[in-house]
């Protein structure tokens, strides 16, 4: 089973500002990597698949890069509706799927 | 758009079994999507895949689960359900139902809300 590493674990921002987040796997994955929205209360929302493919209406201020074993999600201007949390995925080698621990974005 | 609302009883003896259903509308289980996916997150950790089921039936577990779950479809219900048995204080989370784009079943487009399960006496 591939194991997903989020860093950090919390990252506080002020509005207007860059956020930067980092999933790391402990084997390659190759570019088979996507990044999850999740808000408390509401339906989850593909952001990003093959590492840097913006999904259907997703904002450009959301990009994804990285390959093999190291991805970043970088949100440019943090909106007040990016305060969430994040999670990666890999479906390179499965069963299983499987996520990162996530990275809560919040209010600096 | 397509709409996914998982339900199901929120409360669930340990030993016992977990059923969940989840309905699609604005669609159909044979349209939006060839697959149809469980997914749970356990508090503080992330999310982990349990399994899915295709609009024809076929399934396909995750390893760590295989021996507990069944999926299965209702198409005439625009519905796919999931039952997990002998469930322990391990299986208490929000579960959540979602569809794969066509073409794919390994990522997820649509989601449902999520239903949270707790396990205990």
């Known amino acids: 089973e591939i194991v997903m590493t989020q860093s950090p674990a919390t990252l506080s921002v002020s509005p207007g500002e860059r956020a930067t987040l980092s999933c790391g796997a402990s084997q390659s994955v190759g570019n088979n990597l996507a990044w999850y929205q999740l808000k408390p209360g509401q339906a989850p929302r593909l952001l990003i698949y093959g590492a840097s493919t913006r999904a259907t209406g997703i904002p450009a201020r959301f990009s994804g890069s990285g390959s093999g074993t190291e991805f970043t999600l970088t949100i440019s201007s943090l909106q007040s509706e990016d305060f969430a949390v994040y999670y990666c995925q890999q479906y390179y080698n499965w069963p299983p799927l499987t996520f990162g621990g996530g990275t809560k974005v919040e209010i600096k | 758009q397509v709409h996914l609302q998982e339900s199901g009883p929120g409360l669930v003896k340990p030993s016992e079994t977990l059923s969940l259903t989840c309905t699609v509308s604005?669609?159909?289980?044979?349209?939006?999507?060839?697959?149809w996916t469980w997914i749970r997150q356990s508090p503080g950790k992330g999310p982990e895949w349990i399994g899915y089921v295709s609009y024809g039936g076929s399934t396909n577990y995750n390893p760590s689960l295989r021996s507990r779950i069944a999926m299965s479809v209702d198409t005439s219900k625009s519905q796919f359900s999931l039952k997990l048995t002998s469930v322990t204080a391990a299986d208490t989370a929000v579960y959540y139902c979602?569809?794969?784009?066509?073409?794919?079943?390994?990522?997820?487009?649509?989601w449902g809300r999520g239903a949270l399960v707790t396990v205990s006496s």
């Open positions: 604005g669609g159909s289980v044979n349209s939006h999507s060839f697959y």
């Open positions: 979602a569809s794969s784009p066509r073409g794919t079943v390994t990522l997820f487009d649509y």
